[in-house]
């Protein structure tokens, strides 16, 4: 038996919802998560990126507080972000 792929529409709904509350009530932890594992999951390479960098211009914007941006945690925050764009890069080029 075959796994069942995610919906694109249903993720990129999901993920609507999940940026238009990380606007209106900062980007907490869990909600930097949950964006994050919504966007690995997409499966359109294209789409992907696209939700990425959408992610990424409105996480930094609309951080819960300016300390998610410095120190240890903007380093972890960093680190995964570069971990998904490296591996949606991977995916495009494949």
Not at 45 to 57: C, G, N, R, T, V
Not at 58 to 74: M, N, S
Request: hydrophobic letters at 35%; proline letters at 6%; charged letters at 30%.
């Amino acid at each position: 038996m075959s796994p069942i792929l995610p919906d694109q529409t249903d993720l990129e709904s999901q993920l609507g919802i999940l940026l238009r509350s990380g606007r209106a009530a900062g980007f907490s932890s869990e909600r930097f998560d949950q964006c994050l594992r919504l966007i690995a999951q997409i499966p359109s390479p294209d789409s992907q990126k696209a939700w990425f960098d959408l992610f990424y211009e409105q996480w930094t914007e609309f951080a819960r507080t300016p300390d998610c941006l410095q120190g240890p945690l903007k380093e972890s925050f960093e680190s995964r972000l570069a971990r998904l764009r490296t591996q949606i890069e991977q995916q495009r080029r494949d």
